[in-house]
């Protein structure tokens, strides 16, 4: 059995035969062990084999129906191929577990940005952007550019400025909030 540390520095080193090599060798010597599984998966999604890749989610699964990891991933899949109705569904259903509710938020709150259906995607990023505790400028952003979306300008004029304190250099958060003013006294000249 060779330890996942080892198949980390394969995969790091850009040693991809030899991570699938390792796994699949320690699926077969071990076949309950479900993080095989899931590094397989991922490994496979990288190299653009989504099918084979499922199929190692899809088994993960069966071993662990409740595992969060492999629901994550399975959807980061899926969102990559823009399977994003598929995707939300899978993030939906790795919030429900341990897994890191930061980056599940965001995540379906930018399948919901893709399918234009911003008021769907506000409540999870704006969750996104209050337990985001490193304060990660793009997870900001994304909310105060939902705001924007759906004409909340007083909101996203506040978040993008939190943005600004956060990179001062974000050039998108700068455009947008531009924007937002430009909108705001838009509305009020129209009183």
């Known amino acids: 059995m060779i330890d996942q540390q ?13 991570a699938l090599q390792a796994l699949f060798g320690n699926i077969e010597e ?14 496979l999604a990288d190299a653009n084999e989504i099918e084979k890749a499922e199929r190692f989610f899809q088994k993960a699964l069966t071993i662990d129906p409740k595992n969060g990891v492999v629901f994550y991933n399975l959807a980061n899949v899926y969102y990559n191929q823009q399977r994003y109705q598929e995707a939300i569904k899978l993030y939906q259903q790795a919030l429900q577990t341990e897994i890191e509710q930061v980056d599940c938020n965001y ?15 506000l409540p999870y990023l704006m969750t996104a952007a209050e337990l ?6 793009e997870v900001q952003f ?9 004409e909340m300008f007083n909101e996203a004029i506040t978040q993008l400025k939190h943005v600004l304190t956060i990179d001062k250099n974000h050039v998108d958060a700068r455009y947008n909030l531009g924007l937002a003013l430009f909108m705001k006294m838009k509305i009020l000249m129209k009183r």
């Open 30 to 43: 071990d076949p309950k062990i479900i993080e095989n599984y899931i590094n397989a998966g991922i490994v």
């Open 142 to 150: 994304q909310y105060g550019l939902v705001l924007c979306q759906l």
């Open 132 to 137: 985001d505790k490193d304060k990660d400028a």
């Open 107 to 121: 995540m379906i709150g930018m399948a919901f940005n893709q399918l234009e259906s911003f008021k769907l995607a």
């Open 6 to 18: 080892t198949i980390y520095q394969y995969i790091q080193n850009g040693k991809i035969e030899e």
